[in-house]
């Protein structure tokens, strides 16, 4: 596999016997300095990027296009677009398929209100024939795997069998259904059915997104959805050692879980990792707030710990507030207490 090219290494990904495990992509997180991190907690099969926003007169921001000619994983990454322009789509595309990547993704799920309301991202799921017009062309200039990030629909499902019959017309090489509507933004109640309903009625496989929060759980949503793989994004935030974790369990090893003191070396890591020289220090500790949001959650006591590190203004007090809670050798499963709620909530 080491003299393939992205592309077809990739493919090969998508023809593996093992489940596929992506890394989401999440604008302003998934960077090439998170990305390296995340390999080094052995890390997804592959990397989606941040998306590239598309329009008549655009050019691919250069710090993700970077991000692809450094990418530090060894694995394949999927550059992603987002836009509702046909023709700029398919140019870009073209220039994109240039770069060493996997694949070209189409994001069909972006829920902020100032991406849909122009109708691109999840705000093309109300409009299927614009979808149907861009897939065609992308599909005609696209000649590496091309690939589609969709939610289940705008503001209800009941246009996703619509959606799943414009998806295999195009032919595209994989689809990534993430199990909420638009209006539902992250709310609970992710429909691992209807992720399985695209399993079955794509040809192409299926990565099922949204919610994967511990092994265990991940596994349950394979067998339910039957899909190809897994998406993870916030999950893998809060542990990057669930993908490690994913596969010692399909291995039917013992999960191997991080002591709190490992937990806070990874917190130590991504600081180091988001340090931008010349940043100020409350701007570099406001920046890593954002990462504790979600790995917050994964700590006993997320409420206490979370209100603490909400207020911190410095890097002493970030830390410390970090160590009265994780320095300690107690193994951590990084499992929010609400996901299994909102399991529960699913059954
Ligand atoms: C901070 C953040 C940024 C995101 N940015 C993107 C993006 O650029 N493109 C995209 O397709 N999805 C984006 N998403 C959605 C995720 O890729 C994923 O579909 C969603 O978080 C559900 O998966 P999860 O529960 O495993 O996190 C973003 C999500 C978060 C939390």
Not at 70 to 99: C, F, H, K, S, Y
Request: proline share 6%.
């Amino acid at each position: 596999m080491l003299d393939m090219t992205p592309s077809a290494t990739f493919a090969a990904l998508l023809k593996g016997a093992e489940p596929l495990l992506a890394l989401a992509p999440m604008q302003d997180v998934t960077d090439l300095a998170f990305w390296r991190v995340m390999a080094r907690y052995g890390g997804a099969d592959a990397y989606w990027t941040e998306y590239f926003r598309v329009h008549a007169a655009s050019r691919p921001e250069k710090w993700i296009v970077d991000s692809i000619l450094q990418n530090p994983t060894g694995r394949p990454v999927v550059a992603q677009m987002i836009g509702n322009d046909a023709a700029a789509l398919a140019r870009t595309a073209g220039e994109l398929q240039r770069l060493p990547i996997g694949a070209i993704d189409l994001n069909l799920g972006c829920p902020a209100p100032v991406v849909y309301r122009k109708c691109a991202g999840g705000g093309l799921l109300r409009e299927p024939a614009k979808i149907d017009a861009i897939l065609g062309a992308l599909r005609e200039a696209v000649a590496i795997p091309l690939t589609v990030k969709t939610r289940i629909g705008f503001d209800s499902p009941a246009a996703f069998e619509e959606l799943l019959a414009i998806f295999s017309r195009h032919s595209i090489d994989l689809l990534t259904v993430h199990g909420r509507t638009v209006a539902q933004m992250y709310r609970p109640g992710v429909r691992y059915d209807l992720i399985g309903e695209a399993a079955r009625r794509l040809r192409c496989p299926v990565l099922a997104n949204g919610n994967v929060h511990g092994p265990d759980h991940a596994l349950a949503v394979l067998a339910e959805t039957g899909a190809a793989g897994l998406m993870i994004g916030r999950g893998a935030i809060r542990n990057p050692w669930l993908f490690e974790q994913i596969r010692q369990r399909r291995r039917g090893e013992a999960v191997r879980l991080p002591a709190g003191r490992e937990v806070l070396a990874y917190i130590h890591e991504l600081w180091d990792a988001q340090a931008t020289p010349g940043c100020p220090e409350a701007a570099q500790v406001q920046r890593l707030k954002k990462f504790m949001n979600f790995i917050g959650e994964g700590v006993t006591e997320a409420g206490p710990f979370l209100f603490e590190i909400r207020r911190v203004t410095t890097r002493c007090d970030f830390f410390r507030a970090c160590a009265d809670h994780l320095d300690h050798d107690r193994p951590m499963t990084l499992e929010p207490a609400e996901a299994h709620a909102a399991d529960a909530v699913n059954q």
